[in-house]
């Protein structure tokens, strides 16, 4: 027993613990600074849905890896640098984008907040609710078509380039004077991002549900369509009946009253009341922790 003992020390290698630099977690932080950034826009594009198609294609290939099926691993092996550039291509307008959002943050005042009081943080204000009920019913009350789609968190920027930048605060007179007949924007959608109608004349993806009526015109299977590919709210004017219909998550609600328009409105708003003082929410937590441990 005492030689199997002594013969241990010699037979097992000594674990060292790498010695960690000031460098080291200005590096690790980076890292997960940068991550958190490609996670979060990973989650407010349709870039998620081509994300997992990839991680598909990257099972497909670990099973043919573990089972040893060596002509398809070796087209992988010389499609890779292909593949590699055709997602960057796919990518490349998701990718633009993120890079120029990172160039607009302000990282240090994103990190360390000083003011004290509390935010209200909304996708759009009430007034902007309003706007956009007034001006719905106004034109279903003259039968005037309109397709109006609100943003929320998958942005729309695809969409967007098909159309005609505006970039104006939305008011019922302005989204009323787009949709008027024989005007140049009256055609397409318009999109609201926030409290500001991005863009008009934009041209949607059409639904090819077939459970639809077949009475519906190409401006309900347009707002159904961007609803399958986005989590938008979209409001559909019906030059024909005068009616006012929502299409979200796929699903299509027609000839709604005024009341359950604004409330699917005030939902989409996404309102909550949040602290925004990291400092406070520190020490609070620093006081808490010191109250029960004297408790």
């Not at 943050?105 to 943080?121: A, H």
């Not at 004077?177 to 949607?204: K, M, Q, S, W």
């Not at 369509?225 to 929502?246: A, L, P, W």
């Amino acid at each position: 027993m005492q030689e199997l003992l002594s013969f241990l020390p010699i037979s097992i290698p000594k674990i060292s613990l790498p010695v960690m630099t000031p460098i080291d977690v200005i590096e690790i932080l980076l890292i997960a600074f940068f991550a958190y950034q490609f996670i979060v826009w990973i989650k407010y594009t349709r870039a998620y849905t081509l994300l997992k198609g990839i991680l598909v294609v990257a099972a497909f290939v670990a099973g043919a890896y573990l089972f040893r099926m060596n002509t398809i691993l070796f087209m992988v092996k010389n499609l890779a640098n292909v593949l590699i550039i055709g997602v960057i291509i796919i990518f490349q307008p998701e990718l633009r984008k993120v890079l120029e959002q990172l160039g607009e943050k302000k990282i240090v005042s994103s990190l360390i907040r000083f003011d004290n009081g509390r935010e209200v943080r909304e996708r759009f204000t009430d007034k902007t609710v309003g706007e956009i009920v007034k001006a719905s019913y106004e034109m279903a009350a003259v039968r005037t078509g309109a397709l109006i789609v609100l943003e929320q968190d998958i942005l729309l920027t695809e969409y967007e380039r098909t159309g005609i930048n505006i970039d104006a605060v939305v008011t019922s007179q302005l989204l009323i004077n787009i949709f008027e007949h024989n005007t140049p924007l009256h055609d397409g959608a318009v999109i609201i991002r926030g409290n500001r109608v991005a863009a008009a004349t934009c041209y949607l993806p059409l639904s090819d549900n077939r459970e639809l009526s077949k009475q519906l015109g190409t401006r309900h299977r347009a707002a159904v369509g961007i609803s399958e590919v986005s989590d938008s709210v979209t409001i559909i004017v019906s030059e024909e009946s005068g009616s006012v219909s929502v299409a979200q998550r796929g699903r299509l609600r027609r000839d709604i009253p005024s009341t359950t328009l604004r409330e699917i409105l005030i939902k989409a708003q996404n309102k909550k009341v949040v602290d925004n003082s990291r400092i406070r929410q520190l020490l609070k937590g620093k006081r808490k922790h010191e109250k029960n441990s004297h408790s």
